[in-house]
Every structure is written in C-alpha cells, then in structure tokens.
C-alpha cells in the first residue's frame, strides 16, 4: 500500500438503505471536492457538516452531506472528506467512480485503519479492535472489543516493553563496566523484575481462550441415538423449531448448524444425524457427518433418552452427557448413569446445561468480569515469544552465563512485545493484519 496517494470507497455495506457514506483521505482530497461538490450555501469548514449537490459534467447527482477533516485532526491523520449521499445500489458507487476519475484510488480493505497506524493515530491493538467491534455478534464480544479500543490492553503492552526495557537498561549498564560482576543482592532485584513481567505476560496469556471464544463462539455438536431428542434440544436452544422433529428414528438425516447467543456468548450448534449402524447410503453419509461434526467440536452434547436404560458411555474430553425427556421419569426418580437431567419438551435442566458449556469452555465467569481484556491469536503467538525469551533470560542469569547472553534474550522479548501493538518493526504484518478489514474502514 502507499501512503501518499488519495484513497477513495464507500464504507457502508451495499444495498438499499436510507444513507451511504463515501469516504476519502489523501492529499487531493480538496481538491476532488471543489470539482464534485458545490455547497447550498456557504461553503464547507472542517468538522461541520455542509448541505450541497453532487456535480457530473454540468448534472446534479444527488443532494448530500458533506464533512470534512483537515491534516492531522482526521481518522487517518491525512485530509478526509465524509460524503452522505441516498443510499441505494447504484448511487453511492457512480459518486465513488466519479471521484475515482478525478485522481482518487480505490481504497484496499482496511487502508484507512491502516494509515490512520501509520500516521501514529493508534497502535495495532487499537486497530484489531475496531474491527472486532464491527465483527461483534454477541453483547460480551462487544465488551470486550470496546474495551481493547479504549485501549486497555495496548496500555498493558506497552507498561509490560517499559519493565522489560528497565531491565535491560540495568543489565547493560554492567556489561559496559565488564571488571564489576552483578553482586549477587543487584542480580536477584534483577531476576525478580523478570519474573514479575513473565507472569504479567502469564495472566494475559490465560485470556486466549476466553479471546478466542468471544471471537469466534463456541463449536457445540449435537449427537447420539435416533429419536433421543437433540433436534428437540438444537430447536429448544435457539428458541425456534429450526429443525424438524419426529417420533420416526433417523429423521435428521444432514447435520444443521445454527447460531444462538447464550449468556452473551455465540454458540454455533450443529445438530447432527442419530448414530446407528444402516444400510441406508444417504443416512450412512449423515453419520459421517455427524463423526465429521464431533471432530471439530469444543463441546459435545451427547444426548441419551433418560426413559431407555443405556450403558454409560465413554466421554471424551469437553464431552457432556444430557439425559433427555426427564419430564417422562416418575418425579424423584433417580437416573441409573450420571448426566445432566432435561427435559427438552418442559425446558427443564436447559439453564443447568448452558451454564455446564459456558465451564467446559472456562468462560462462565466472563459475563460478570469487570473488565474483559481478551487476547487475539497474533497477541498470543507474540506474548508467547516475549515469554519464552525471558524464561531463557533468567536461565542464564541463574547459571551466571555472560550477561550479554541474557540482554539478546531481553531484546528479542522486547521486540516481540513491541510488535503486538507497532512500536517495532512490523512492516511484513501490516498487510495481513489489515487485509481482513472492511474496506471503507
Ligand atoms: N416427552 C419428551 N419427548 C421428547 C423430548 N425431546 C424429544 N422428544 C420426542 O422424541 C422424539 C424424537 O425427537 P427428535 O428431536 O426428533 O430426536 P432426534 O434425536 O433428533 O432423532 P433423529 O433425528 O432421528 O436422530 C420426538 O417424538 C420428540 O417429540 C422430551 O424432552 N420429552
Ligand atoms: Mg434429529
């Protein structure tokens, strides 16, 4: 990407809709607007919004809002211009092509994000999370997002480099003085700071898997025996009767994945083909797919009939048996396996059972957590990095190594930490970071 050019898109999903916003940023911004755009009245001043018209070779185009930012005071830090013109399919993009053709280019997704980076208007953390929020699907995930935008966690990185950076500040300045050796009271206040950064980095560390499933939800499947009743728990759990149920064994015969948010968490339940032995090709392919379904699973239900007396089988790992149709058994009766009792006709249980996945997962406490710092896979590959430089830092500090050894260890963590929010070299990621944006954003 260049940063000097003029970028131009239209950063409203496309369709009918009331409004669509035209964005463009670069210097030949202005000069773009004074030949498109002719004010109603007076004419435009940064950061107020003006009423004017679209011009094309003499015609008007539209009647839109315009808002315009000046160099520095913009979201990329570059001139920009904000045009709301009438939504609709073909509008917006005839107004883009009519900038393009006045020396903008069209922008590449995220380019916008990407040099509002560059010009120092956020770190990168920041930046993923603008793109998280707008990737949000559930109350928490919008939490969290809201919260790295704030930028909680970029601050926390960036206090973490400045420890790692006093240590090496300390280490260095005995290395320039090679006749003095650490005394050994200088040298443990010096393996303690490590130590206390490397579990900062621990703690954040323990956030992945919260991070991931505030992300990308939760992977539920959906299996056991014909007519045992999980289309009735997938229909009970999203709320709708999305798939079809019967008294006839065999009746779900595809897998069916839906998403349902629970406790502000998004589940995408797959229910599955009943696992039974059958020389039916077309039900043969549905039981692979519900093996095909289990693979990928964080979370199995594996639902039994509570009313049939069955052998208790062996759970896997994040597996949950669910005792089904409970509301058959006489009241008080006991169940002879151990499982979790519902009722997928009275929805009896489903609340114990929701809270039973949201432990599987280990986020049952994130509906109530004050703050919700959740780290993404590129900050866990880095903090992962950072930490295993210090472990070796300290090695070599405890087995008195030459301290020089010790201070590349603190660099190489020093520069891993600074990659997580741009402060060091992150040329070669930039274009994967912000590729995955919207473009327009
Ligand atoms: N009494 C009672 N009946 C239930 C309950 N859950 C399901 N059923 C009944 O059990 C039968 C089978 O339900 P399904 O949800 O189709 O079962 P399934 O496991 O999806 O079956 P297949 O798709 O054939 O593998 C239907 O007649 C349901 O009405 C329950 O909690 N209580
Ligand atoms: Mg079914």
Known sequence: MNGGDTIAAIATPPGEGAIALIRISGPETPKI????????????????ATLGTIHESGETRDEVL???????????????????????????????????????????????????????????????????IIRARTP??????????????????????????????????????PDEDIDPASGKALMDQIQGTLSNIQTLLASADEGRVLREGVRVAIVGSPNAGKSSLLNRLLGMERAIVSAIPGTTRDTIEETACLHGILFRLTDTAGLRETSDPVEQEGVARSGRALEQADIVLHVIDATLSIDPPQLADRELLVANKCDLLAPGANLPIRALRISSRTGEGLEMLVNAMLETVGVAHLGSSPTLAAINSRHQALLEKAASALTRALTLLETKEPAELAAVELRASLD??????????????????????????
Request: aromatic content about 6%; glycine content about 8%; overall charge negative.
């Open 66 to 132: 315009l808002t315009t930012f000046r160099a520095p005071s913009s979201f990329t830090g570059e001139d920009v211009a904000e045009i709301a013109c009438h939504g609709g399919v073909l509008l917006a993009a005839h107004i883009l092509k009519l900038i393009l053709r006045h020396g903008a280019r069209a922008a590449d997704p995220g380019e916008f994000s990407q040099r509002a980076f560059i010009n120092g208007k956020m770190d990168l953390t920041r930046a993923e999370a603008v793109m998280d």
């Open 33 to 48: 607007l004074s030949a498109i755009f002719k004010p109603a009245g007076k004419p435009a001043s940064p950061r107020f």
């Open 416 to 441: 891993a930490l600074g990659q997580i929010v741009g402060a060091t070299d992150t040329e070669d990621i930039l274009g994967e970071i912000f590729s995955r944006f919207c473009i327009g954003k």
């Open 140 to 177: 928490l995930a919008l939490r969290a997002a809201a919260h790295q935008l704030e930028g909680r966690l970029g601050d926390e990185i960036l206090a973490l480099r400045n420890q790692v950076l006093t240590t090496v500040a300390h280490l260095e300045a005995w290395i320039d003085f």
